[in-house]
């Protein structure tokens, strides 16, 4: 498929004729609103901002392919038509944001954050929801959608944000979120290395997780990453860092656009 043909869900803030230009991938079945946080930080005023929900995500037209290679060639085409300087992503966006970099479709600064690099880093209930797809087909993805609810009440944010969050993930239709779950787990274990690979990339890389609540990095990987890559660990627990870590989230992103050179 033609990235061409992705018709892309964007969210866009800053000046029209900004001199730089971020690219902000959400987490899987998150809007691109997602990012409205850190779109309003102060430091970042001047930076023309473009988030784009992943195809197929919150009820958006769902690519014919589901891979994550996939979403990052239509992902690295459109940083690519938008003249993007950094690219950022959280969660599922950042394993895109990954894909572009280790393959050189993106070849610019790139901030992860909360990104798993291999299925050890993920939950091992959120596993089994993938697995169990295989078998009982949209059922295990549905009744995951349901405990959305019971699970965001921790969330840092207003009464209001999270009922707004809640809505774009309960848009997610449970026969898409399974393939988008299993796509997502094969990705995860398609290299034995998956550190070193982005570290092969040679570019400018931040790994951001919080101390706890949105996954982390087995020791082997933090070793490597800390030899090639800026390593960031926020103190506290956080499930959903654009959201309720703007403002340091803002500050790693100002470092990554000066890492990105001049401005064009």
């Known amino acids: 498929m033609d990235p061409t043909d992705i018709a892309w869900d964007l969210l866009v803030s800053g000046p029209a004729d900004a001199r ?6 959400p987490g899987g079945l998150n809007r691109a609103r997602s990012y409205t946080e850190l779109m309003a930080e102060p430091a970042l005023a001047g930076t023309r901002l ?23 060639r239509h992902a690295a085409r459109l940083a690519e038509d938008q003249a993007c300087d950094v690219v950022v992503g959280f969660s599922m966006g950042a394993t895109v944001a990954l894909e572009m970099a ?5 070849t610019g600064p790139t901030v992860l954050l909360g990104i798993s690099l291999s299925p050890a880093d993920e939950p091992t209930f959120f596993r089994a929801v993938c697995r169990l797809g295989d078998v009982l087909g949209p059922l295990p993805a549905a009744a995951l959608l349901k405990l959305m609810g ?5 969330m840092r944010v207003s009464p209001e944000r999270r009922a707004e969050v809640l809505s774009d993930l ?14 997502y787990l094969d990705c995860l274990g ?7 690979r982005l570290c092969a990339a040679g ?8 101390e706890k609540g949105d996954g982390g990095l087995t020791a082997d990987e933090r070793r490597t990453l800390e030899t090639c890559a800026s390593v960031v660990t926020i103190p506290g627990t956080s499930y959903f860092l654009p959201m309720e870590e703007p403002r340091r989230i803002a500050e790693i992103v100002v470092d ?9």
């Not at 280790?102 to 993106?106: K, M, N």
């Not at 570019?203 to 951001?208: F, G, L």
């Open 20 to 25: 730089q230009t971020v690219l902000l991938l």
């Open 50 to 72: 473009v988030a784009g929900t992943l195809p197929g995500h919150c009820g958006t037209e769902p690519p014919r392919d589901f891979a994550i290679g996939t979403a990052a």
């Open 102 to 106: 280790a393959t050189g479709a993106f």
């Open 150 to 154: 019971p699970a965001s009440k921790g």
């Open 170 to 183: 309960r848009s997610n239709d449970p026969r898409v979120v399974r393939r988008i779950f299993r796509d």
């Open 190 to 196: 398609a290299h034995a290395r998956p550190a070193a």
């Open 203 to 210: 570019v400018p890389v931040w790994v951001v997780h919080a």
């Open 256 to 264: 990554a656009l000066a890492a990105a050179g001049p401005p064009r």
